[in-house]
């Protein structure tokens, strides 16, 4: 199920054109799970904000995704990050420059978990919006792909209360080490940014208002 479906977009967006030849969905090459250790990948962890403008493969971008939220027991519908209660909080959208993943258009995705695809959410490169919602942090622009990780604290504090907002900013936080992570294991580079303008950040991503933006994770080759 695309859990976008919980809430409406805001009203002066449409989510897509329809008629574009751009695919709404795209289903993803299945990840890997073997590759380099983690105790390898922990010492070579780095925050970069310099990227080369060569685009990653929809492999790599699979991977990328599938460590921040992918499944890992079907049965059990299992994470790879723990998640208070099991409310699993988290939504992952994709920022896409043109050419900047192989065979896939310039664009805003959303992550489907369940199906391991993505969803075109609106169609155009808003990396240059992204960047100015950000501070002027020009390496958000400069990335092929900006990985935004939003919030439904409302799937927590519904069986937590108050304190289900503190719970979100935990697994958040798990979502964007299993990013460094993984990038690092790929040989890409990513940095975790928490500064930019709350409101300003979720109108660029066309959401609406129980969409809480809370990380912005620039991805691409080390320059």
Known sequence: MCLLREFELTDQH????????QPTQIHLP???????????AIARRRSIR?????????????????????????????????SAGATYPLEIFVVCGRNCVEETG??????????????LHHKGDIRFEL??????????????VDIVI???????????????ERYVHIE?????????????ALGLATVAIGAFHDEQLREVLRLAEPYK??????????A
């Open 14 to 21: 449409q989510q897509v054109d329809m008629g574009s030849s």
């Open 30 to 40: 299945p990840p890997s799970q073997r590759g380099t250790s983690l105790e390898e």
């Open 50 to 82: 310099r990227f080369s403008s060569q685009p990653l493969s929809q492999l790599q971008l699979s991977q990328i995704l599938w460590a921040a939220q992918g499944i890992t027991d079907a049965s059990l519908k299992s994470r790879t990050v723990p």
């Open 106 to 119: 310039d664009g805003i995705y959303h992550y489907n978990i369940d199906s391991h695809s993505l969803t």
């Open 131 to 144: 960047a100015r919602a950000a501070l002027d942090q020009e390496f958000i622009h400069q990335a092929p």
């Open 150 to 164: 939003c919030g439904l604290y409302e799937r927590t504090s519904l069986h937590y209360g108050s304190r289900g």
């Open 172 to 184: 958040v936080g798990h979502a964007g080490q299993n990013i460094y992570l993984e990038a690092t």
């Open 213 to 222: 933006p809370l990380y912005i994770m620039p991805v691409g080759r080390p």
